[in-house]
């Protein structure tokens, strides 16, 4: 429960972590923005009234996103596990955020005019409070995607709530997520400022470049999802089977099923969870005989602990250093992913 570790873990890990997953909501908004100065040919002395709005949508996003979890983490602490967000939808979130990163893409790229409306704003009863459209752009919209990334949280972030439901005080709970995400603003902020910059250098260059940028995390944020959900095609299950047939598999990182420890009937498999993954990646088992799953972290600051294997119904958050136990009967043959809640890190379990 130390504040200051956790604010570091945010500064390092978590700051990354949530970027690869969040960081795209942000340059959605900045990236809409900036379409809308530099398609409106403003004059070069009209344009420098708009040197305010490259921080503004960086600060409400960051503002609201703190506000939302330091509210959640009075529930949390206050509350306990009630209030954990469950799998599915918490995939349903991010399954949004990688669509409208999508969508945004192809409205940078004038795809198709149906694209122009993926745009959040305000109801019309506060439309007249904020009469200029860039000051509307730069307000409502990084404000309400902050207080959305509560729903999109990455593996870090899971970590940290499980503190705070362990805390079980609200106070503590709110200041173990506050003193978090205020560790993940410097890197949310250079990204930010950077990307408002960057714009002004490369004028229309530039939503080209964000398009392409966003398409990639976009595609990533759906990837991720169809890795938990251990959908058939995914990016790493295509690579898998090409390393396949230039490299066979490493026997040494495999636990075999005529390897595997067998006591009383029961097959067992120990997974040890990193901050870089799992290992072993790959396990053997048989069918029809009783597996005891068990998972160990030592020191684990990464999404990786916050473990899923949809097939078998196991989901699991471990602390940083924990051990979970889970026993399940494979009935069917075949290849089925375990991953990380946000689908950055799996391995395969292939039942013989």
Known sequence: MNLGL???T???TGGLTCLSVQGGLLTSVIAHQKKDELTANLPATQAKSFDVLDWLPVGMFLITKLVAHVILGVFLGALGSVLQLSVGMSLFFQLLAALFMLATAMNLLQVH????HVTLQPPYFLQKYIRRSTKRDALFAPAVLGALTVFIPCGVTQAMEVQAINSGNALLGAAILGAFVLGTVPVFSLIGI?????????????????AVILIVMGLYGLNGVLQVLDAPITFQKMRDEV???FSPIDTSKTAGANGI?????VQKITIEVKNNGYSPKRVQVKSGQPVELTLKTSDTFSCASAFSFREF?????????DTKTFRFTPTKKGKF???CSMGMYSGVMEVL
């Open 261 to 265: 420890n067998t006591t009383e009937g």
């Open 194 to 210: 950077a990307t408002s910059k960057f714009s002004e250098i490369w004028n229309k260059r530039f939503l080209n470049f964000t």
């Open 6 to 8: 956790i604010f570091l």
């Open 243 to 245: 390393v396949l047939v």
């Open 10 to 12: 945010g500064l390092t």
């Open 313 to 321: 119904g196991i989901q699991a958050q471990l602390k940083p250093t």
């Open 113 to 116: 005019p149906i694209f122009r």
């Open 337 to 339: 992913t375990f991953s």
